[in-house]
C-alpha cells in the first residue's frame, strides 16, 4: 500500500501539470504545532493521514467569496456548509453531462464539520474532509477519527440528519480503507482530464472527465 505521504508530492506535480488554477488555488500547509493546537481540546487522536493531509495543503482557500441574496438565504438556512461559498474554494469538473462541484476543506472548516455533526447527536467522530455536490445529491468525505482505523466514507448526506449518520449506514456507502486509496484514483482523475473546448465551459468547469478513459 502506498502512503499517503508518498503521493501528495505526486498530487502536487500532477495538478500543476494539468490543472494548474486549482493548483494556484490551494493553501499553504500547517505546521504539525498548527495541527495540535486547532485540535487540543477534542477527545480523540488525530489519525496520521490527517496530520499528512494539512500539512501539504490545508484546503482550498478559507475565504468566502461574494455572495448574492440568494446564496446569502443559502448560507443562513444550511449554516455550516453554506458558509464556504465562492468559486475560489470548488473544484468544477464534467463527468459526461453531470457537472461536479467538489470542495477541499481548511482544517478549521473541516473541524466546524465534525462539531455540526456532533450537535446533530453523530454519535461517530467523523471529520468532513471533501464535499462533492451534482445539484441533486450531496456527497461528504469523511474520515473516520480513529488512529487504527482511519477509514474514509463518501456518504450520501442529501437530507439525512447527523443522528443518522450511524455504523449501519456508514456500512452501505462507498469507502476507502486509507486516504491514500482515495488519492490514488484522484491522480487518475487528473492524469485523464480533457480541457474542455467550448467557450461557454471555460469559466464554468476545471476540467472534464473522459469516461471511456475512466473505465479502462
Given at each position: 500500500m502506498t ?7 505526486l498530487v ?5 501539470q ?8 490551494l493553501?499553504p ?20 493521514d ?9 484546503g482550498?482557500?478559507?475565504t468566502?467569496g ?17 458558509q464556504?461559498?465562492g468559486r ?6 464534467l463527468?459526461g453531462?453531470?457537472?461536479i ?5 481548511p ?5 466546524a464539520g465534525?462539531?455540526?455533526l456532533?450537535?446533530?447527536k453523530?454519535?461517530?467522530d467523523l471529520?468532513?474532509?471533501f ?5 441533486k445529491?450531496?456527497?461528504?468525505c469523511?474520515m ?5 482505523q ?6 450520501n ?9 450511524t455504523?449501519?449506514?456508514?456500512a452501505?456507502q462507498?469507502?476507502?480503507s ?9 491522480i487518475?482523475?487528473c492524469?485523464q ?9 471555460t469559466d464554468?468547469i ?7 478513459q475512466?473505465?479502462?
Open positions: 502512503e499517503l505521504i508518498e503521493l501528495l508530492p502536487d506535480t500532477v495538478l500543476k494539468t490543472l494548474p488554477k486549482i493548483a494556484s488555488r493553501q500547509g500547517l505546521t504539525h504545532t498548527n495541527i495540535q493546537e486547532k485540535t487540543a481540546a477534542y477527545s480523540w487522536v488525530l489519525p496520521q490527517a496530520y499528512n493531509l494539512y500539512q501539504w495543503h490545508d482550498l482557500s478559507g468566502p461574494k455572495l448574492n441574496l440568494a446564496q446569502k438565504l443559502i448560507r443562513f438556512k444550511e449554516k455550516w456548509h453554506g464556504l461559498s475560489e474554494n470548488e473544484i468544477h469538473w463527468l453531462d453531470r457537472l462541484i467538489a470542495k477541499f476543506l482544517l478549521d472548516y473541516a473541524l465534525h462539531r455540526h456532533k450537535l446533530g453523530c454519535a461517530i471529520l468532513p474532509i464535499i462533492l455536490n451534482d445539484g445529491q450531496t456527497m461528504y469523511m473516520r477519527l480513529d488512529a487504527t482511519p477509514i474514509v466514507y463518501c456518504a448526506g442529501t437530507n439525512l440528519p447527523p443522528i443518522r449518520v455504523e449501519s449506514f456508514l452501505t462507498p469507502q476507502f486509507r486516504l491514500s486509496d482515495a488519492f490514488a484514483l484522484l487518475t482523475y492524469q482530464a480533457v480541457t474542455p473546448n467550448l467557450d461557454n465551459l464554468a476545471d476540467f472534464e472527465i473522459d469516461r471511456e475512466l473505465a479502462q
